[in-house]
Nanobody
Framework: QVQLVESGGGSVQAGGSLRLSCAASGYTYSSYCMVWFRQAPGKEREGVAAIYTGDSTTYYADSVKGRFTISQDNAKNTLYLQMNSLKPEDTAMYYC????????????????WGQGTQVTVSS
């Protein structure tokens, strides 16, 4: 059974930084796509950043390019999202998701999800 557990969320002032972690277990595949999604109240869930574990190819939403960095530690089976220069519009519940195909920023293409971690950025 695949399990994803996020941590690292919190409250920070604009311009600050946070690092989210997603501990993964139960995988038997060598290559898959892991994505950070976020969802703000009243808005659709959106893809923030993705990494393909096989070759470490990464993708970012335009809104976070240059500020967020996705990375993985294969030895720890952990996914990270380093978030710098945070803005109030980054406030959302952040979810870690894993899948094996489809479009990286399409929530419907991912079957495994964590419970989410809240990020709140105040101005």
């Amino acid at each position: 059974q695949v399990q994803l557990v996020e941590s690292g969320g919190g409250s920070v002032q604009a311009g600050g930084s946070l690092r989210l972690s997603c501990a993964a277990s139960g995988y038997t595949y060598s290559s898959y796509c892991m994505v950070w999604f976020r969802q703000a109240p009243g808005k659709e869930r959106e893809g923030v950043a993705a990494i393909y574990t096989g070759d470490s190819t990464t993708y970012y939403a335009d809104s976070v390019k240059g500020r967020f960095t996705i990375s993985q530690d294969n030895a720890k089976n952990t996914l990270y999202l380093q978030m710098n220069s945070l803005k109030p519009e980054d406030t959302a519940m952040y979810y870690c998701a894993a899948g094996f195909g489809g479009t990286w920023n399409s929530p419907a293409d991912f079957g495994y999800w964590g419970q989410g971690t809240q990020v709140t950025v105040s101005s």
